[in-house]
């Protein structure tokens, strides 16, 4: 039976490229049983398949070559192959809550931007509408006396900070929560809190004594959107208002202002849809 193969017949018989076995040579996690002085040709033993299959085996559970390496410059034994196994999965473990919070977040993401279009098309109608809302849990910080008119940022950056500190990221949803009133002016307006939303289920240490989770009950919403703007934001506060007087329709007596880019290039003025919701009682 042929001991010895070439190194063609080697990437052949194990489903590798010749370039990757000479580069295993040249890094020296995989050589040849010995090269013919004369031509320079390779040859491998039919027994270093096996040690191939391993190095194949590593490099599928994502594992570095420089590690291979090392594994393949001493004598390993099955108890420190166990050890490092035993590491791996705990890594790869690690890596796929990673990507089961990126999923979520990308699924909540969708989810926010089909919501965004439907507002939108909302918007452009300039009317007062009705809409279910399912429930949202979200982190809020509360706010001393913010008008939404005054710079947020740095409250906002706060919940940010908080949401990287478990692994997430920050969405693009934010919104101000404030009392449902008369006002003759917009910048009579003061907002209790500042929230973003969250993945629900999701445990926070949050460390902050003004920063909390909370809820946004589910239930239908009246609803109008507008492009922001302080002229906009009086026109259509006062046009939502007096709706909902004008109609008798009885309400939980908050406003929940919800605010989404519309346009994603940072050299350009802020551009935001706004949308002013209040729940309606049962």
């Not at 918007?123 to 982190?139: A, C, M, S």
């Not at 101000?176 to 500042?194: A, G, T, V």
């Not at 239930?219 to 007087?245: H, R, T």
Request: glycine fraction near 4%.
């Amino acid at each position: 039976m042929k001991e010895y193969f070439t190194i063609g017949e080697t990437a052949r018989l194990n489903n590798i490229s010749i370039q990757t076995l000479r580069y295993y040579d040249r890094i020296g996690i995989f050589k040849p049983y010995y090269t013919d002085q004369d031509n320079g040709y390779r040859y491998y033993h039919v027994k270093q398949f096996f040690y191939l299959d391993i190095i194949k085996y590593l490099k599928y559970i994502r594992t570095p070559l420089e590690e291979i390496k090392r594994f393949s410059s001493y004598t390993c034994t099955p108890e420190d192959m166990q050890h490092f196994l035993e590491e791996k999965e705990s890594v790869i473990v690690q890596e796929m809550e990673k990507l089961e919070r990126a999923r979520q977040l990308l699924h909540r993401r969708r989810k926010q931007l089909n919501e965004q279009l439907e507002i939108c098309s909302k918007k452009d109608e300039g009317f007062v509408y009705f809409r279910y809302i399912d429930k949202q849990t979200i982190l809020k910080v509360e706010m001393p006396q913010v008008n939404p008119h005054n710079q947020s940022d740095l409250y906002y950056r706060k919940l940010a900070d908080v949401v990287e500190k478990i692994g997430d990221v920050i969405d693009n949803y934010y919104g101000f929560i404030y009392d449902f009133k008369p006002y003759k002016d917009s910048r009579e307006i003061y907002c209790n809190s500042i929230y973003t939303t969250v993945c629900s289920g999701k445990k926070i240490d949050i460390g902050e004594k003004n920063m909390r989770l909370d809820t946004i009950p589910s239930g239908e919403y009246v609803c109008i959107a507008f492009n922001w703007s302080a002229k906009n934001y009086d026109e259509y506060y006062q046009k939502l208002y007096q709706y909902i007087e004008s109609h008798g329709i009885q309400t939980h007596g908050k406003v929940y202002q919800v605010s989404l880019p519309i346009d994603y290039n940072s050299l350009r003025e802020e551009n935001f849809l706004t949308e002013l919701r209040v729940l309606k009682n049962n």
